[in-house]
T-cell receptor
Framework: LAKTTQPISMDSYEGQEVNITCSHN???????ITWYQQFPSQGPRFIIQ???TKVTNEVASLFIPADRKSSTLSLPRVSLSDTAVYYC??????????FGSGTQLTVLP | EAGVAQSPRYKIIEKRQSVAFWCNPI?????LYWYQQILGQGPKLLIQ????????DSQLPKDRFSAERLKGVDSTLKIQPAKLEDSAVYLC??????????????FGPGTRLTVT
């Protein structure tokens, strides 16, 4: 299993850029890295997915170095509504789907 | 596009009773997942279906949990008999991509189960 390790919690202020790093030392060749966001009393919501280098969409960027043993989710100019738990997931065509404990991001005014 | 529907949203039962949860995935999504999320933890996959076949049920406690997806659309997860440690949120998700990834999963709101 491609186990992931993330910080338990992070604090930030509105308008700042937030970077959450995920470690996945035993990631497999076929594994993709996917990030989800979860608000209280809701199911997780897909944010972004990548395999290597950099991926950017309208809400976030994902940076994956060449060795793929870690990845960084970057949220530009966070707002109070970005307060949530963020999960990093490494999985692929033959791997069990495993969510870690996630990172609780708290955005302060 | 309608999202993943789940019912009920909340359920309180006594230990040793039975309970069933229902999930209707997004139309056209071949893959359906059931997760258990205990408070303070990430979701744990219980079972994954592709159409009406089981892809992965390695973490499903089969002595008390069962799930079916008879027509390849909606699905039911059952617990019989329930234990105190089954108290959790049960999440259903679906994805368009068949097989086991890469994929984007769409989650329902979940069913919060309390076993007393």
């Amino acid at each position: 299993l491609a186990k992931t390790t993330q910080p338990i919690s992070m604090d930030s202020y509105e308008g700042q850029e937030v970077n959450i790093t995920c470690s996945h030392n035993n990631i497999a060749t076929n594994d993709y890295i996917t990030w989800y966001q979860q608000f209280p009393s809701q199911g997780p919501r897909f944010i972004i997915q990548g395999y290597k280098t950099k991926v950017t969409n309208e809400v976030a960027s994902l940076f994956i170095p060449a060795d793929r043993k870690s990845s960084t989710l970057s949220l530009p100019r966070v707002s109070l509504s970005d307060t949530a738990v963020y999960y990093c997931l490494a999985s692929g065509s033959a791997r069990q789907l495993t969510f870690g404990s996630g990172t609780q991001l708290t955005v302060l005014p | 596009e309608a999202g993943v529907a789940q019912s009920p949203r909340y359920k309180i039962i006594e230990k040793r009773q039975s309970v069933a949860f229902w999930c209707n995935p997004i139309s056209g999504h071949a893959t359906l997942y059931w997760y258990q999320q205990i408070l303070g933890q990430g979701p744990k996959l219980l079972i994954q279906f592709q159409n009406n076949g089981v892809v992965d049920d390695s973490q499903l406690p089969k002595d008390r949990f069962s799930a079916e997806r008879l027509k390849g659309v909606d699905s039911t997860l059952k617990i019989q008999p329930a234990k105190l440690e089954d108290s959790a949120v049960y999440l259903c998700a679906s994805s368009l991509v068949t097989g086991r990834g890469p994929y984007e999963q769409y989650f329902g709101p979940g069913t919060r189960l309390t076993v007393t």
